[in-house]
Structure formats: structure tokens, C-alpha cells
């Protein structure tokens, strides 16, 4: 199993950007697809970004495409997402977990808050 530690967080203005950093440990990390999830207050944990093992193949949400770019390094059991264009809705702490397509499949980790002010 994948342990992940999501860093990268923190408090921007409106139209700032943040890039978001997952550190995974265990062998499994580079055979598997990874993506970013979501949880504003009051709402569900949703889908953000997903890159496949390679991370030739990658996804995102409509509400971010354009704006959010998402990669990986496989030989520092890394995932990465760069946010820009920061808008108040981005607000959320946002985990990564490993991914088939854009559904999770494993565990999660502790996440990492992200803030928008307006």
C-alpha cells in the first residue's frame, strides 16, 4: 500500500497561484495512475486532476482545465499540481490518492488546505 503526504497548501489571493506536491512511499506508486481530489466545507470530496503511470495520459475537471496542470516524477515517487488562475471556488483541502481513470482506488492522505481570498 501507498502512504502519501500532500504539502504545498497555503493562503493566495485571487488570480495567484500554488503548486501542490504529493510525496508517496511504497513500491507501488509507479504503476499506478494518480490524481488530485477536493473537499470544500459542506461539500463532497470531488475529482480535480489524473495522470496515468507515465503521465502521458492525463484529465481534469471542466472547473479547472486550462488552469490546473498536473505531473509526476516517477523516480522521486512524486506528484505534482500546479494551480493558476486561483479563484475563491479552488477553495478546499485538496488530497491525492492513486487513481484508475478518475476514480480513487486507495487511501488518502492528510491533505493539504488551499485558500482563495477574493
Known amino acids: 500500500q501507498v502512504q502519501l503526504v500532500e504539502s504545498g497548501g497555503g493562503l493566495v489571493q485571487a488570480g495567484g497561484s500554488l503548486r501542490l506536491s504529493c510525496a508517496a512511499s511504497?513500491?507501488?506508486?509507479?504503476?499506478?495512475?494518480m490524481g488530485w481530489f477536493r473537499q470544500a466545507p459542506g461539500k463532497e470530496r470531488e475529482f480535480v486532476a489524473a495522470?496515468?503511470?507515465?503521465?502521458?495520459?492525463?484529465s481534469y475537471a471542466d472547473s479547472v482545465k486550462g488552469r490546473f496542470i498536473i505531473s509526476r516524477d516517477n523516480a522521486k515517487n512524486t506528484v505534482y499540481l500546479q494551480m493558476n488562475s486561483l479563484k475563491p471556488e479552488d477553495t478546499a483541502i485538496y488530497y491525492c490518492?492513486?487513481?484508475?481513470?478518475?476514480?480513487?482506488?486507495?487511501?488518502w492522505g492528510q491533505g493539504t488546505q488551499v485558500t482563495v481570498s477574493s
Open positions: 495522470n496515468s503511470r507515465s503521465g502521458g495520459m492525463t
Open positions: 490518492t492513486q487513481v484508475a481513470g478518475t476514480s480513487a482506488l486507495g487511501s
Open positions: 511504497g513500491r507501488t506508486f509507479s504503476i499506478a495512475g
